[in-house]
């Protein structure tokens, strides 16, 4: 029986190795909430420490990945949005700034299926995934500034990791929405679908992660994320520990022998 158990806010749906995260409040347009923080941190780091799990999705139900913040809340100062400026700043350490903490320390490959808008914390929520697929009706914008706020959830870190500094710039200073042909072409998604292809093309995806060695995709996830900061002699120094590493496992042995008899390895991920 499957350990993931889904909430008021949170649809979860395992299917073999890959673990289906649905954002579920579509009369919202899947705006988060206190609720729905908890579950995701919680699903994401569920799956992390379970073994029958390699690929995480998170998408959202209805016609919107995620809005971001609730507007309704944040008008009535209710929920994560109550209290003065100093209980605010706690409610964001403890509440939606615990997911981009979750997402930075998973291993394991995450993809963000945008099915539909994906604005403000909605965007940023993509931009701390792996991978990017979007549909041809997804919208995305950086609009904090239009609400006369910043992306406290950490949207400046992982935009222009995603998109570079420029274009992290401008989608910052000018709030625009972006259309998904202007998503592609900046490299927000990594690719465009039709809402009937959208599942499909991630599945593409998946699967070409799962014929890979699941600890040399996350020595490789890991090592990639470092070398945004790192300098080259520290990076060297990792990567030749990671390959004295992932060349003494049993799935790099398998993996050559697979290769000879021209079969799909079996990983074991040892």
């Known amino acids: 029986m499957s350990q993931f158990k889904s909430t008021t806010d949170l649809d979860l749906i395992q299917k073999d190795e890959v673990l289906f995260i649905y954002l579920n409040r579509p009369e919202a347009m899947n705006a988060f909430s206190d609720e ?88 940023d929520l993509a931009c701390m995934c792996d991978l990017r697929v979007g549909s041809t009706f997804s919208k995305y914008g950086e609009t904090f500034a239009k609400l006369a706020l910043v992306p406290g959830d950490g949207g400046s870190y992982f935009l222009q990791r995603v998109v570079g500094f420029a274009k992290a710039m401008e989608m910052t200073l000018t709030g625009r929405v972006y259309d998904s042909n202007e998503a592609l072409s900046m490299g927000l998604i990594n690719k465009l679908s039709t809402p009937e292809t959208i599942e499909s093309d991630v599945a593409d995806f998946i699967n070409a992660i799962l014929l890979t060695a699941p600890q040399a995709v996350s020595m490789g996830k890991e090592a990639l994320k470092r070398a945004y900061h790192d300098e080259v002699p520290k990076m060297l120094d990792m990567l030749s520990t990671f390959q004295g590493q992932t060349q003494r496992t049993k799935d790099h042995f398998e993996a050559i022998r697979a290769f000879r008899e021209k079969r799909k390895p079996q990983w074991i991920g040892e």
Do not use: H, W
């Open 36 to 123: 729905m923080i908890n579950s995701l941190v919680d699903a994401l780091e569920r799956a992390e420490k379970d073994k029958s799990v390699r690929v995480s999705v998170i998408s959202g139900r209805g016609k919107a990945f995620c809005a971001g913040g609730d507007l309704k809340a944040m008008e009535e100062k209710s929920g994560m949005f109550a209290g003065d400026s100093a209980e605010l700043k706690k409610r964001y350490e403890e509440g939606i700034q615990r997911i981009p903490l979750t997402i930075e320390s998973c291993q394991k490959p995450i993809i963000a299926m945008v099915n539909g808008a994906a604005i403000g914390a909605g965007l």
